[in-house]
């Protein structure tokens, strides 16, 4: 475990071991949901990052606004999951 190794706090070390652990679901209909997601977000997103990728300087920093792009694009992500993808398919994470 991580946080021993890392000799993290008593206290820290019980919230971690409090959290639920995510397991995905091998069922057909699940791995059929994951792959309509994933094939609508994972082109859009590897664009931005592609672009973004393209458009770093020297030191290993793009714009702002490009920046900006990809966080938008990850929230959009997200957004869409909860509000479209959730409400027909199910959350993903239920055992």
């Known amino acids: 475990m991580g946080a021993e190794e890392h000799h993290l706090p008593a206290a820290y070390k019980k919230y971690l071991a409090s959290l639920q652990a995510y397991y995905a679901s091998d069922s057909l209909f699940a791995r059929c949901r994951a792959f309509v997601f994933l094939s609508t977000w994972r082109p859009i997103l590897r664009q931005l990052v ?26 959009a ?14 959350r993903g994470n239920a055992r």
């Open 77 to 90: 992500m997200w957004l869409c999951h909860d509000w479209m993808y959730a409400p027909l398919f199910g």
């Open 50 to 75: 592609k672009y973004m990728k393209a458009n770093v300087n020297a030191e290993g920093h793009c714009e702002q606004w490009i920046e900006d792009l990809i966080v938008y694009g990850y929230g």
